[in-house]
């Protein structure tokens, strides 16, 4: 008989744990509390506590083909960066392709889930769920049970003096949706992360002025990249790592990426810049604060010291008044209301896990924390791959290392996260994309082991290393492998130029023979020395 797993959750993460557990032959439920999949990226016009949403304009910073799930790319007519609206309707393909919503109780909370009694040879599950239309309750048992609540529904509001007694408008950007009723207003913004700054943007062109309040500054990275491509791909790249770590023999990396920044805007001159690399924060991504800030709609504030009744004073002494309006871009707490602390104990946004997914003291791995990760990249593919690996975990196809070896792994990745980041409550769950997909997919079984490749597909091996890591190349090999994703490989770029293709040039660009006669020369000489080493 099929094992049951209980899935919290339809959204981004809830999607793909519903697919994978039905692909390993396992037999999903999946608890939603709303009436609609998607998540934070179902666009509602009213806030709900513990529910959260994207503002009207959200672009998404991660490109297509980055956030894509590994076995169903996004349609090339779709742009490169999506709007919130092109994610939620790739979501609902997804769902339609693969038949999810057959399997989604809408409309039902969980409230409560405990170990059985006899958990410590069953490892199963009491779930309690209640009908939010009608209030009544129901009990149930699991085999499994994948957490896919995602971390952006809890607000987290500092407490800064005096911010009872301000007589303005105070909301945090959980509750912001669009511009409208700011016009002409005076506006500060606190914090300085995509959310913040993207509505100071939003709100600069309406409002009278809009400050932007930092503690530490930011550096600002681009959604598009050299010659107007996604920014992601070319970074997230198995060549470029290697070309890096050379690099670093000579000249600092932290130095390398600082320089590269500051080539679009000095963040000195834009009091921006922190006391800190690129790399030691969750990148901020904006293609248009510098033209706002030069044109003067948005000014750089240090951190706020006190409100008054009527304005703010900033922790330089400089004071402004008549402000109509507070905008808390601080962030979010995370945790499991519904769960004992037993099992996962969050401590200011602090949690203890394996791999970022399995609590190491449970006797039976039957609990993950699916997508509850910081990514230096998309999280679709992270927690689908997360998915991959659960589903395998639960039906015995993978075994995890003992406890005392997972507690060495989790202080370790703990100290690490610690030695490389700023303190900061988003920073607790910071992953890097290309190093945890290689991680997860290790574990897993499935990860493109370019040895391999070359000796089977040496062409499929060399856009492996030298493309953008797109999620499809955790489906060339092993468990879960798909057959079309050679085909998606080889054909990623032509779903991304498709969307630039909106008028005939009427006459043909002449491309620089001699410079890729070059750069494939160097790109020879990077496969050679990686082809050395595997064999080696």
Partial sequence: MAKKVAVIGAGASGLPAIKCCVDEGLQPVCFERTDHIGGLWYYTEEPTDGQSCVMKSTVINTSKEMMCYSDYPIPKEY???????????????????????????????????????????SGKWSVTTRDVTTGRTEDHVFDAVMLCTGHHADKNVPDFPGLQDF???VIHTHDYRKPQGYEDKRV????????????????????????????????????????????????????????????????????????????????????????????????????????????????????VKKFTKTGVEFEDGTFEDDIDAVILATGYRFGFPFLDKSVIDVINNKVELYKSMFPPDLEKKTMACIGFIQPLGAIMPISEQQCRLFARVVKGDVTLPSKEEMWTEVRMKLDALHKKYVESPRHTIQVDYLNYMDELSKLNGNFPYLGKL??????????????????????????????????????????????????PLGFKIEKDQKKSFWKYCFYFLILALLVQFIFK
Wanted: net charge positive.
């Fill in 167 to 169: 007589q303005g408008k």
């Fill in 188 to 303: 500060v913004i606190i914090g300085i992360g995509n959310s913040g700054v993207d509505s100071a943007v939003e709100l600069s062109r309406v409002a009278s002025q809009v400050f932007l309040s930092t503690r530490r500054g930011a550096w600002i990275f681009n959604r598009v990249g050299d010659k107007g491509q996604p920014g992601d791909m070319l970074f997230s790249n198995r060549a470029t790592r290697v070309i890096l770590k050379l690099l670093s023999f000579f000249q600092s990396t932290d130095e390398m990426f600082a320089k590269k920044l500051n080539e679009r805007f000095d963040h000195a001159k834009y009091s921006l810049q922190p006391n800190f690399p690129p790399f030691s924060s969750h990148p901020t991504i904006n293609d248009d604060l510098p033209n706002r800030i030069i044109c003067g709609s948005i000014k750089i504030k240090p951190n």
């Fill in 454 to 503: 070359l000796l089977k597909d040496p062409k499929l091996a060399a856009s492996v290393f030298f493309g953008p890591v797109t999620p499809y190349q955790y489906r060339v090999m092993g468990p879960g492998k798909w057959q079309g994703a050679r085909e998606a490989i080889f054909t990623q770029m032509e779903r991304v130029d498709y969307p630039f293709a909106t008028r």
């Fill in 79 to 121: 742009p490169n960066f999506m709007h919130n609206k092109h994610v939620l309707q790739y979501f609902n393909l997804f769902a339609e392709k693969f038949d999810l919503k057959k399997y989604i109780r809408f409309k039902t909370e969980v409230v409560n889930v405990k170990k059985s009694e006899d958990f410590k040879t």
